[in-house]
């Protein structure tokens, strides 16, 4: 019975710290992301704002995974990320000092007050406040549910045996320690049920020890497993473990006696001291690495060598189910990988160009390959959007995430018009033997090139969700459409009786439109404008010149318009 006790406290604690990640989440929502990108460039800003950050999602796996997140999306370094994830874990150990304060007396209190603000209210803000005041109640009620069921197994003599053989054994306290921070995915747990069974004296202060340095290296374990699949995740996780492995080797190898000085050097019982432990083990560690930064990342660079293009294999789908857990960054996640379709619909049009100017003819395979990872994506994209539950975001962040939803689809409408409509007439293009005029092949490359920039600046837009840069996307868009219907009018006015039309290069030219009708569509949803025409597939062809062509121009001219 007192091993299903301890497992319920742990999964109490799990569930705590859940809440209290969430609750901090919703009342700080997106930014933290942003603000760690813009204070990482310097060391000891990201110092600081990493100790901020493990205030605000006290969480060494969602800490993990952001790291490494916002190395995946920035120009940032593992040295330089590296500055954030030190900080990051000395703020996490004031949940851990929290946890010492005798205050399981009040959990009630907390649940009640908690459950309240969570379930009753409607803002934000209160149900924010709800869902940390729930999740500190999970918390303090574990530890006392640890605390009783320890007391009655420290009254079993074979109780006392087993923990007085184990405390004889640091190294396998040390190992035991890592591996379960590591199933629990939260050095925070490891730790709070070790505080606990300590407090009913179970496990002595020289066992702590062990214990505590062991629950800190699960976290760089963790954020092996999270960064495996890029090459700076790797060397930010690997910085992270030899950094703790080392000075916890340190520690165990100078001995009991080392062991029992770090625990009685400040005043108070057991809990306390191994809390302070955790503390200025993290501590000492950043503030020791921080000076040493540059070469630790030339370190990192010759243990975890950069990749050569041919070596690259980029992985399928980047979306971290464990972060649906965290809101704001299933959300940030999500941005990244609507990013990733940008990029692909960026190398589908420079495939069509390199088609169109008679560059290769045999690139046809290489657009219907980008075209089904297009695919591929967006479905992942939107499974991962649909499991983010409206309950844990707010009124702001259920709007984005509808306008993240909605712009994949248009991303992949954008993703078929190549395909199936600027492939055909860029092959169609490749064939004519007669040449374009000089103005005309002018007028294409240009209106290639700023296709190309809008997509560029959509992918900016998405990280920023700029209002301004959205406005002057729009106005962008109406101005290609212009452009076009200009070039179209001097091409009409300027044919002399019984010459035809250059229909396909007027194909060429009306698939840019409407690639640049659908990337605007972004725009819109950020300065929180619906149901404009402009955005649809529909309203992409909708456009007061084309009557003006007719007969059989009209007709070969109208095929690349969507029904």
């Not at 062991?214 to 950094?243: C, F, P």
């Amino acid at each position: 019975m007192a091993l299903i006790n301890l497992a319920s406290a742990i999964i109490l604690i799990l569930l705590g710290m859940r809440y209290l990640r969430k609750g901090l989440d919703r009342l700080f929502g997106n930014q933290l992301v942003e603000w760690l990108q813009q204070t990482a460039q310097n060391r000891y800003k990201a110092f600081l704002s990493g100790m901020v950050a493990g205030l605000i999602s006290p969480s060494s796996s969602a800490i993990a995974v952001l790291s490494v997140q916002i190395l995946n999306q920035s120009t940032l370094t593992a040295g330089r990320m590296l500055a954030v994830v030190l900080g990051a874990n000395v703020g996490l150990t004031v949940i851990v000092q929290l946890i010492t304060f005798d205050l399981q007396e009040f959990a009630g209190i907390f649940i009640v007050a908690g459950g309240i603000g969570f379930l009753f209210l409607q803002r934000a803000i209160f149900r924010g406040t709800g869902q940390i005041l729930l999740g500190l109640g999970f918390i303090f009620l574990a530890m006392s549910i640890i605390g009783n069921t320890g007391r009655l197994a420290a009254s079993s003599q074979d109780m006392k045996v087993l923990f007085s053989i184990i405390e004889h054994y640091p190294w396998l306290v040390f190992v035991s320690a890592a591996l379960l921070a590591l199933a629990l995915q939260s050095s925070t747990a490891c730790i709070g049920l070790g505080i606990g069974l300590a407090k009913a004296g179970l496990v002595s202060g020289m066992a702590m020890v062990p214990w505590v340095l062991g629950a800190n290296l699960g976290i760089g374990l963790t954020m092996m497993i999270a960064g495996w699949a890029s090459i700076e995740g790797r060397r930010l996780a690997l910085a992270s473990i030899l950094l703790k492995g080392a000075a916890a080797l340190l520690i165990l190898i100078a001995g009991a006696q080392f062991a029992s000085y770090l625990m009685t050097a400040l005043p108070g019982g057991v809990d306390r001291n191994a809390a302070n432990l955790n503390t200025l083990f993290n501590l000492a560690i950043g503030l020791l690495a921080l000076p040493a930064l540059s070469p630790i990342s030339r370190c990192l660079s010759f243990l975890v060598p950069s990749q050569s293009l041919e070596e690259q294999d980029e992985p399928g789908i980047f979306l971290d189910p464990l972060l649906l857990q965290t809101p704001s960054l299933a959300l940030s996640q999500a941005v990244r990988e609507e990013s990733r379709i940008l990029d692909h619909l960026r190398l589908m049009l420079r495939t069509v160009w390199a088609i169109c100017t008679n560059q290769s003819r045999d690139l046809k395979p290489k657009v219907e390959d980008l075209f089904g990872r297009v695919i591929a994506i967006q479905a992942e994209l939107k499974d991962y959007l649909e499991q983010i539950a409206d309950e844990n975001l707010n009124d702001e962040d259920i709007s984005w995430r509808f306008n993240l939803l909605d712009y994949s689809q248009e991303l992949l409408i954008v993703a078929t018009l190549i395909k199936r409509d600027l492939v055909d007439a860029a092959v169609h293009h490749s064939r004519l033997t007669k040449e374009l005029r000089a103005e005309d092949s002018s007028e294409l490359e240009n209106i290639v090139n700023r296709t190309l920039e809008r997509i560029h600046k959509a992918t900016v837009l998405l990280m920023t969700q700029d209002e301004r840069m959205a406005n002057r996307f729009i106005q962008e868009k109406a101005e290609i459409s212009d452009k076009y219907r200009s070039i179209r009018r001097r091409h009409l006015e300027g044919l002399v009786p019984g010459q035809k039309l250059d229909t396909n290069f007027f194909d060429l030219l009306n698939c840019f439109r409407r690639i640049n009708a659908h990337l605007t569509s972004i725009a819109y949803g950020i300065i929180g404008l619906t149901g404009d025409s402009n955005t649809g597939v529909n309203t992409a062809s909708a456009d007061s010149e084309e009557p003006w062509l007719s007969g059989e121009e009209g007709t070969e001219h109208r095929k690349s318009l969507p029904a």
